[in-house]
């Protein structure tokens, strides 16, 4: 029957012609990689539409017309025809089960694509503008029964290997690394452009940061090329993150159930419109505190963690520095100032700088560039994939594995008190002055800050450093035992310019000048009067001792005054005569003792004293009064 219907009436039309040329551009069909994607004949999504007598259909080819027949045979007869030529013609992909295909049955066979697989199709695909319009002339409309069907499963983003040892990091961690970063230059420019000081290490860093911030905001540094691989992989993350818009379109939406959003949206303001009242309050004052504060980054994440910590040292150098008006302080402040803009150059300096893979030779000063401080840090690392930062842990670990035997640990758990000692050291953002927080970055150590730490102390080995440090602590050890004053007594002999001295020392010592037997504190007094000849212990004492008065401990401040008095210390009296407002009597005791101690000039100090203490008593006087009145 169907050889003597080809005789009468020529070929039957079929869905897709076999003559018509092959079209270029996207098709829907290309992201069927296998057959098994697509529902079998007893798939739910297809529903049976058999009917003896349907009306006339456009097929998805879009130019061919279907004409349905009077009469059953004849109809049946054309189908198994039209079968056979489809699936010659698309390889199985479209199934009929009885009757005409309609155009719903025809797009619900297709499996849907979740918005990321039509990004990454393959580029070796042609796409002309000709295919790709006629695709979209030819695209018919959706129904609404699209949207009760449910949503195949997203294809998760392909994802790069990272390398091993090298810790994965995400668009997130970028964003958020570079808004700390605009933050953080924002609060300088910021206090650096409200203050104009006459000090040079101030304008230095001022410059400094402005130069910086010229790269940043430009996009000038030559750091980005090296890091092309891991911002596409962040671009793909965040392509990826779109996957749920999917579940969220409605039959009124210009943009097509099967089709892309990001072939027509950016992103954000696409899941804006399409999702009104999903964006809380504290996304949306979130988001306007972003379009104030401009993202920066350098391209490189271990820098960027390196400079996040060192704008944030500078930060709390600034805020330190408005609050003190005490001289040889200042300068301690503006020394470790200078040490950051030296860091902030060289960063700027690494940013201008095309360079396949950064070492640390690349970034330690010459003079630093021991073949011992390299192989330690490189050791440090090893782990985090980037020459800039290592974690805490790290640091810590290959400190025990290279510096012990530097110890010579005399008594049990030394070795860990030095270790964590110069760790406290290395993130403090000042040697002898408390600051008024700590850094931001706890725990992570950068390359910068061991430089600015061999530099704040001026030494180069850092074995020979350990070696003191462990000298020190052993004194310490010794000043805080029962055999305190025996341990004085010997440190006579030793000579003072061996301490460093670190804080806890200089603490100690003034602790002991308080302590609760006469001797210990007559042989305390007598250590502090001889450093006093040693310059270099006598200008870090007194910076310390001056800070220290500021303590809201009654017994730091007694044991400060007394070593000021002991140092000879005439350049703090007018901080010494402050603590005449206190209201202990044995602080205002101290600071008489120490303020007469200072001949004329803590004489004239010592009339200011007593000056405040009149205003003080006519304060409460007046107190009393009017609380009477009162009554």
């Not at 017309?65 to 056979?84: A, C």
């Not at 960063?347 to 970034?363: A, C, F, I, N, Y």
């Not at 806890?504 to 009067?529: E, F, P, R």
């Amino acid at each position: 029957m169907v050889r003597e219907l080809q005789k009468q009436e020529g070929s039957l039309p079929s869905l897709v012609s076999k003559s018509r040329p092959n079209r270029g551009g996207v098709s829907l069909l290309s992201y069927l990689p296998h057959p098994s994607h697509t529902p079998g004949p007893e798939s739910p999504y297809i529903p049976s539409l058999s009917r003896a007598h349907s009306y006339p259909s456009t097929s998805l080819g879009g130019s061919h017309t279907q004409l349905s027949f009077g009469e059953e045979e004849e109809q049946e007869t054309r189908q198994r025809v039209d079968g056979t030529l489809d699936e010659k013609e698309w390889g199985g992909v479209l199934e009929t089960s009885s009757g005409e295909t309609t155009e719903t049955a025809s797009l619900l066979a297709l499996p849907r694509c979740s918005t990321p697989d039509i990004l990454r199709k393959s580029p070796s695909e042609p796409e002309p503008e000709t295919g790709s319009a006629a695709l979209r002339q030819e695209s018919p409309v959706i129904p609404a029964a699209c949207e009760s069907l449910p949503p195949a499963p997203p294809t998760p983003p392909p994802t790069a290997a990272p390398a091993s040892g090298r810790p994965e990091v995400g668009a997130a961690q970028r964003r958020a690394q570079a808004i700390r970063l605009g933050a953080l230059m924002a609060e300088l420019e910021k206090s650096c452009h409200g203050e104009r000081s006459a000090d040079k290490e101030l304008r230095a860093l001022e410059h400094q940061i402005q130069h910086l911030g010229t790269i940043l905001k430009n996009d000038l540094s030559l750091l980005r090329s090296s890091s092309s691989s891991e911002e596409t992989l962040a671009v793909e993350e965040v392509l990826g993150s779109f996957d749920f818009l999917s579940n969220i379109f409605t039959a009124d939406d210009s943009t097509s159930c099967l089709g892309s959003v990001r072939l027509k949206d950016s992103g954000i303001s696409s899941l804006q419109q399409n999702t009104p009242g999903r964006l809380s309050k504290d996304s949306q004052s979130a988001s306007e505190e972003e379009r104030v504060i401009a993202p920066l980054t350098s391209g490189n994440w271990g820098l960027d963690q390196a400079l996040e910590t060192h704008l944030d040292i500078c930060c709390i150098l600034l805020q330190t520095i408005k609050t003190n008006d005490f001289g040889p302080s200042r300068r301690e402040l503006l020394q470790e100032m200078s040490n950051q803009t030296e860091v902030l150059d060289r960063v700027s300096g690494l940013l201008l700088e095309r360079s396949d893979e950064l070492t640390p030779r690349d970034v330690l000063p010459k003079a630093q560039r021991s073949r011992s401080l390299l192989l330690f840090w490189e050791e440090c690392v090893k782990d985090s994939g980037t020459p800039f930062c290592c974690s805490v842990g790290s640091l810590s670990r290959s400190l025990k594995n290279r510096f012990t035997h530097k110890v010579k640990a005399k008594l049990p758990g030394q070795s860990e008190k030095v270790f964590g000692r110069l760790l406290q050291q290395l993130q403090s953002p000042c040697r002898l002055l408390p600051c008024c927080r700590s850094v931001c970055s706890p725990d992570r150590v950068t390359l910068f800050q061991l430089s600015v730490y061999l530099r704040r102390w001026s030494f180069q080995d850092l074995g020979e450093h350990i070696s003191r440090m462990s000298k020190e602590e052993y004194i310490l050890s010794a000043l805080t035992s029962p055999k305190r004053r025996r341990s004085l007594n010997k440190l006579r002999g030793r000579s003072i310019s061996e301490l460093l001295p670190m804080q806890s020392t200089l603490q100690t010592v003034a602790a002991l000048l308080v302590d609760s037997n006469h001797k210990v504190c007559k042989a305390a007094t007598g250590c502090i009067s001889r450093a006093a000849g040693c310059k270099a212990f006598r200008s870090k004492a007194v910076v310390f001792y001056t800070e220290s008065l500021k303590s809201s401990d009654v017994l730091i401040q007694q044991g400060s005054c007394l070593a000021l008095k002991a140092l000879r210390a005439t350049e703090s009296a007018d901080h010494i005569a402050d603590l005449w407002r206190s209201m202990d009597e044995d602080v205002r005791s101290a600071a008489k003792e120490t303020i007469l101690s200072f001949g004329k000039k803590g004489y004239e100090a010592f009339q200011r004293m007593q000056q405040m203490l009149v205003e003080m008593q006519e304060e409460v006087y007046q107190n009393k009064e009017t609380e009477i009145t009162i009554l």
